[in-house]
């Protein structure tokens, strides 16, 4: 008796484990979309003293309408940022030190930061304020929103037609069409 619940739990622990290393929820197993206004209201809730801006915003800002020069960052990792980015977006890890942090933004002009969906990019984007820096927007919904939106995007090769989406549960916020996985 003792062996078959052995098993029976073996086999089960087995299965969590399998699918904890897919990064699939075994309660959330399916790919379908989840609607990332909720996860934007989140991001706006937990940062309030952050600057967000939309997509809306960020197209004309991307687009240099108006000739105001502006410097996109993107606070993803450098793999994520290899699949897909926003044109004209460099690449600042999270994880990047606040001199270097600093250096790497240019003072005289407006700065929006990015992430997936705006998490990340926040607290970038509060780093930077704590250093001084006023011009600073976080876009929110960030490159998940804008792929979303059918916005153009780049790679070091080209054009993009699917972003890097952290994994799979949060790849479920980009339409399935956009999904690297």
């Known amino acids: 008796m003792i062996k078959p619940l052995f098993v029976a739990a073996s086999l089960a622990v087995g299965v969590a484990v399998a699918a904890y290393g897919l990064s699939?929820?075994?309660?959330?197993?399916?790919?379908?979309?989840?609607?990332?206004?909720?996860?934007?209201?989140?991001?706006?809730?937990?940062?309030?003293d952050v600057t967000h801006i939309d997509t809306d915003v960020v197209a004309k800002l991307v687009s240099n309408h108006?000739?105001?020069?502006?410097?996109?960052?993107?606070v993803r990792e450098p793999e994520e940022f290899a699949v897909s980015h926003l044109p004209g977006a460099i690449n600042i890890p999270p994880e990047t030190e606040d001199d270097a942090l600093i250096a790497a933004v240019k003072p005289d002009q407006p700065v929006i930061v990015y992430c997936s969906v705006g998490y990340r990019s926040s607290i970038l984007a509060q780093r930077l304020q704590a250093a001084g820096r006023t011009n600073v927007s976080n876009y929110i919904g960030s490159i998940f929103a804008w792929?979303?939106?059918?916005?153009?995007?780049?790679?070091?090769?080209?054009?993009?037609?699917?972003?890097?989406?952290?994994?799979?549960?949060w790849g479920r916020y980009l339409k399935p069409?956009?999904?690297s996985f």
Do not use: C, M
């Not at 699939?24 to 706006?44: G, H, R």
């Not at 939106?149 to 994994?167: E, F, I, M, R, W």
């Open 24 to 48: 699939i929820s075994p309660l959330i197993a399916s790919d379908e979309q989840l609607d990332l206004n909720e996860l934007i209201a989140t991001v706006k809730k937990e940062f309030p």
């Open 66 to 74: 108006d000739g105001t020069p502006v410097q996109i960052i993107d």
């Open 147 to 169: 792929a979303n939106a059918g916005q153009p995007l780049q790679s070091a090769s080209g054009d993009a037609k699917t972003v890097h989406p952290y994994d799979r549960k």
């Open 177 to 179: 069409d956009y999904r």
